[in-house]
């Protein structure tokens, strides 16, 4: 992959002096630990949706974990990190690669070491999970390097986080159980899931409208207004659940179904509260709706465990 280099011209950056051994906890807080919880949540659903015992099994859920916080999303992080160290150092320049607490091409380097090891694990686990894998890192190269840069683009790059963050480990946890590819219904929940957390990925983006439509950022705030913004994002992640409830209904699931109903009602009641201040409560949406939302993910999964265990 091609990479694009530009001068840094902010007197407090020396990201060029290679001489100096970049920190320990530089290195650790470039692969920002506090976003490993989502995708191995989602890996956990995926475990809860295959219907398989996880007896024997413990040292590759464990591996899968591993893959899925530690090495992907870590790896996804230090990728934007690299890509966004010119506009932080405007904004941020105290993060480690602008403040050249990661000196050099370092945090270049551990993004490409932080990938190959993700291949490597990945390729032990399974080759249906190599694959996912693959398809997961070139999604974060994608949403960060130039030209395709899909952050810049609220409609794609939340797509791409979204995917990224809930499907993919979401299959690639049912594959780990299965050994192989997962069946249909955890594909289905795992792209529903997906498609909602694509407003979920909405909610980062009010915190920096300004700034995003000074560096050219086209978010959906930016590019709809923050009101008409947040009511897509209420709508983006309300309908894919409202559909999860039907299918478990269709599949003969009414008690967990009747969970995440009610789960989705309690959601209603904070967006309400959330279409009042959009900008200042989304923070709070963040942390509230959004857990409802998730602890649904794994209501889902397991409702469906059994269906699947049972044609297996």
Same mark, same amino acid.
């Not at 690639?172 to 529903?192: E, H, I, Q, S, Y």
């Not at 509230?288 to 889902?300: E, F, H, N």
């Given at each position: $992959?091609?990479?694009?280099?530009?001068?840094?011209?902010? /007197?407090?950056?020396?990201?060029? +002096?290679?001489? @100096?051994?970049?920190? $320990?906890?530089a !290195?650790?807080? &470039?692969?920002?630990?506090?976003?490993?919880?989502?995708?191995?949540? /989602?890996?956990?659903?995926?475990?809860?949706?295959?219907?398989?015992?996880?007896?024997?099994?413990?040292?590759?859920? =464990?591996a899968?974990?591993?893959?899925?916080?530690?090495?992907?999303?870590?790896? +996804?992080?230090?990728?934007?990190?690299?890509?966004?160290?010119?506009?932080? !150092?405007?904004?941020?320049?105290?993060?480690?690669?602008?403040?050249?607490?990661?000196?050099?091409?370092?945090?270049?380097?551990?993004?490409?070491?932080?990938?190959? /090891?993700?291949?490597?694990?990945a390729? =032990?686990?399974?080759?249906?999970?190599?694959? =996912?894998? !693959?398809?997961?890192?070139?999604?974060?190269?994608?949403? +960060?390097?130039?030209?395709?840069?899909?952050?810049?683009?609220?409609?794609?790059?939340?797509?791409a986080v979204?995917?990224c963050?809930?499907g993919?480990?979401?299959?690639?946890?049912?594959?780990?159980?299965?050994?192989?590819?997962?069946?249909?219904?955890?594909f289905?929940? =795992?792209?529903?899931?997906?498609? *909602? !957390?694509?407003?979920? $990925?909405?909610?980062?983006?009010?915190?920096?409208?300004?700034?995003?439509?000074?560096?050219?950022?086209?978010?959906?705030?930016?590019?709809?207004?923050?009101?008409? @913004?947040a009511?897509?994002?209420? &709508?983006?992640?309300?309908?894919?659940?409202?559909?999860?409830?039907?299918?478990?209904?269709g599949?003969?699931?009414?008690?967990?179904?009747?969970?995440?109903?009610?789960?989705?009602?309690?959601?209603?009641?904070? $967006?309400?509260?959330?279409?009042?201040?959009?900008?200042?409560?989304?923070?709070?949406?963040?942390?509230?709706?959004?857990?409802?939302?998730?602890?649904g993910?794994?209501?889902?999964?397991?409702? &469906? *465990?059994?269906?699947v265990?049972?044609?297996?």
């Amino acid at each position: $992959m091609p990479i694009t280099e530009a001068p840094i011209t902010t /007197a407090k950056v020396n990201v060029e +002096s290679a001489a @100096a051994r970049p920190a $320990m906890p530089a !290195a650790l807080e &470039v692969l920002h630990p506090i976003t490993w919880f989502a995708p191995m949540w /989602a890996f956990g659903c995926g475990i809860a949706s295959s219907g398989q015992s996880a007896a024997g099994k413990w040292a590759m859920i =464990a591996a899968g974990v591993v893959l899925a916080g530690p090495l992907l999303t870590a790896t +996804s992080q230090v990728v934007n990190d690299w890509y966004d160290r010119h506009v932080d !150092a405007i904004n941020e320049p105290n993060r480690p690669i602008p403040s050249g607490r990661l000196p050099g091409r370092t945090g270049f380097y551990l993004a490409l070491g932080w990938s190959a /090891a993700s291949l490597a694990l990945a390729a =032990a686990i399974g080759t249906f999970v190599f694959f =996912a894998a !693959a398809a997961g890192l070139v999604l974060a190269w994608l949403y +960060s390097a130039p030209p395709v840069r899909l952050k810049q683009n609220g409609w794609w790059g939340n797509a791409a986080v979204g995917g990224c963050y809930e499907g993919l480990p979401w299959i690639t946890g049912a594959a780990v159980m299965a050994g192989g590819v997962p069946d249909w219904r955890v594909f289905v929940l =795992a792209f529903l899931y997906s498609a *909602g !957390a694509h407003g979920i $990925m909405t909610l980062n983006d009010f915190k920096s409208v300004e700034g995003d439509r000074e560096m050219g950022v086209a978010s959906l705030p930016v590019q709809l207004g923050v009101e008409r @913004a947040a009511k897509l994002a209420c &709508v983006v992640m309300a309908v894919p659940q409202g559909i999860v409830i039907a299918l478990l209904l269709g599949w003969g699931r009414p008690v967990h179904a009747c969970v995440v109903v009610a789960l989705l009602l309690a959601q209603f009641v904070l $967006m309400a509260r959330w279409l009042q201040e959009p900008r200042a409560r989304a923070p709070w949406y963040n942390a509230t709706g959004t857990t409802l939302y998730v602890i649904g993910m794994l209501v889902s999964a397991f409702a &469906v *465990g059994p269906l699947v265990g049972a044609t297996q």
